[in-house]
């Protein structure tokens, strides 16, 4: 119980929603329950170029922020033909996966290109109600690509 606790200040603190009770003469607000969307792994259905795209995921923070979370340890993407399943496991240290039961991000899957503008190969809403459910697959396309993202949401 006292790790929830430190997990849910800690995620209070990286979100910016401090505690309103703290400047006097203020109402008390309903204290947030917090979740965590847990990355699985990522299929590759259809690859949107050549050989191979070169894939990574951001998602929107608490700020409307585009955070890269996946892959993670300062890798800048991971390749991905058709066929290819990859863990997605590195990402999930990132801060910027928790959330309110009451709230939703956006993840979004980007094909990396060194010549021009990165290409959008599809996005899904995640909400923090999606709490307790077994593992989601959601399929997401463009540019040419079809993708599959296995995540969990999960109560911290």
């Known amino acids: 119980m006292r790790k929830n606790r430190a997990v849910r200040a800690a995620a209070t ?15 008390h607000a309903e204290p947030i329950d917090y979740v965590k969307i847990e990355l ?7 690859n949107s170029e050549g050989d191979h795209d070169e894939a990574y995921l951001k998602i ?24 290819y399943v990859r863990s997605m496991a590195d990402g999930n240290g990132n801060a910027a996966l928790i959330l309110g039961k009451e709230q939703a991000r956006t993840l979004t899957l980007w094909d990396y290109d060194s010549t021009s503008g990165d290409d959008k190969l599809g996005a899904t809403l995640v909400t923090g109600s ?3 459910a077994e593992t989601q697959w959601r399929s997401v396309e463009g540019s040419g690509g079809v993708y599959v993202i296995g995540y969990r949401v999960v109560d911290i």
Request: charged fraction near 10%.
């Open 13 to 27: 603190a990286l979100l910016g929603l401090g505690s309103l009770g703290a400047f006097a003469g203020t109402a």
């Open 40 to 46: 699985f792994e990522l299929h590759c259905q259809q």
């Open 60 to 83: 929107t923070d608490a700020n409307g922020n585009a955070v890269k979370v996946w892959p993670g340890n300062g890798i800048k993407y991971q390749t991905m033909g058709s066929g």
């Open 130 to 132: 999606e709490v307790g």
